[in-house]
């Protein structure tokens, strides 16, 4: 059966949901552990040094966990699809990739689980997109990539 060349290009921007600027990252760090800190600095104080070590070391933890939100803040697919290719760009992190895939010969595997990402294959080279979606969304991705793909 062949498949049908979609009428106009189709474009689709998959960006990750996050609300909080550099500015607030801050202000959350600094508002969980100034308290955090005043604590073992009373302790401190009292004589107990091993207080502070483990406020420096909930600090950090802390640091890192909003680091890499910070880094991942910006991540996005976006997948446009014309009359003969398929171009898939991704961002993670500070990395972007952009793949082209032919039209005509990628194969869409939809997620088994709810939880999984689709995937693109075309000649052994898969894609995972739609990562940053909602179950209910990415069924509607699948959907929506199928009828441009024609199946």
């Not at 059966?1 to 202000?27: F, G, N, Y």
């Not at 401190?44 to 890192?64: D, K, N, R, T």
């Amino acid at each position: 059966m062949p498949r049908d060349v979609p009428s106009e290009p189709r474009s689709w921007l998959l960006e990750r949901r996050c609300t909080l600027t550099q500015r607030q990252l801050a202000l959350v760090f600094a508002s969980l552990c100034v308290p955090s800190a005043l604590v073992a600095l009373a302790f401190l104080w009292q004589g107990y040094w091993y207080v502070l070590v483990y406020a420096v070391l909930e600090q950090a933890a802390l640091a890192a966990c909003l680091r890499h939100c910070a880094r991942h803040r910006g991540d996005y697919d976006r997948i446009d699809i014309s009359y003969g290719a398929i171009v898939v760009e991704q961002r993670r992190g500070r990395q972007c990739s952009a793949r082209r895939l032919h039209r005509l010969t990628t194969r869409l595997l939809p997620p088994r689980r709810d939880s999984d990402p689709i995937q693109l294959q075309d000649h052994g080279e898969q894609i995972e997109i739609g990562r940053f979606l909602g179950a209910a969304q990415r069924r509607r991705l699948a959907d929506e990539l199928a009828l441009c793909l024609g199946y």
